[in-house]
């Protein structure tokens, strides 16, 4: 796959959820600089930097997506010859796609033993991490029963709901809206993250706020499984998560739209979910509360703060 056709497919949602996006980009940038055709090592830097630029532009909200890329081009100013900065770019990019997956099967470990046998789960949205953990509790012979919200308008949940039904697991499918009628019935709740702020609030799909209240409300757990690389260090310098606000299209038909010429129909694809109302974040460097976020980010993302060289040079 070209670079453009990835950047292409993450930015119409073929490739989509934090992980995948940003596994896809470092596969991206892997594959753009076996193809570089260069002179010399400044323009493969110029190269790689416009291919890192590009991917970034694609998603504004999973901050995987620029972790993954700093992760890969970062060293890079650092390189002084041609050879062996194509050789190690490559090498991190492979590397970073590695980790990624193993962080999900380990967090699928963790997070199962937050579920215990006859436990019902509600997940939203359609995140592996948090699917890892369901799949994990049923490979280990819990009986489970899981809620999958449908998640409109682009029903993720299908996704999820097709999981699940392959893996055996007695799966109840819901419109969002149900969430908190069903909740009585649940015992933990588990979605992903698409960002983690220093503060510990929660960036995924739109509703898992909702989620979250009602869970509050009802002393359900409500659970995190996220990898290292969602958590946001440029949210210690007082950078906030720009929220994606996807076309009105995905809701109703320009046709429709234009006979209700008062309304504007409004598409955001995320929300925060506040950390008073998460109970542990999942990762595959173990279980932390919220409040721990910046702990997360200094210690697994090895960032400093003196170290402003995070975006992109
Ligand atoms: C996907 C979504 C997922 C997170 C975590 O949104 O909100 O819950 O990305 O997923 P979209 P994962 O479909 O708009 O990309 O655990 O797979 O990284």
Redesign the pocket.
Known sequence: MTLEETAGKIRS?EI??????ARAAARALYEHSMEAESADLAQYCQRMYAAAELLVST?PT?V?LPNAVNLVMKPLKNESDLFTARHNLEERALAFIKRSEEA?SRIGTIGARHIRDGDVVMT???????LACILKAHQQGMDIEVYATEVRP?N?GHITAKTLSDAGIKTNFIVDSAARYFMKEVDICI????AITVNGSII??IG?SQIALAAHEARVSFVV???TY?FAPCTILGERILIEERSPDEILSGDMRKQLPHVTVRNP??DITPADYVDLIITEAGVYPPEMAYTVIKEQLHWDTEDMSLELP
């Open positions: 949602m989509r959820g934090a992980g995948r996006i998603r999973a995987s999900v939203h949205c359609n995140s592996e991490a948090a682009r993720q979605t992903g993250a698409d995924n799909k898992t499984a996220a990898e969602k694809t995320f």
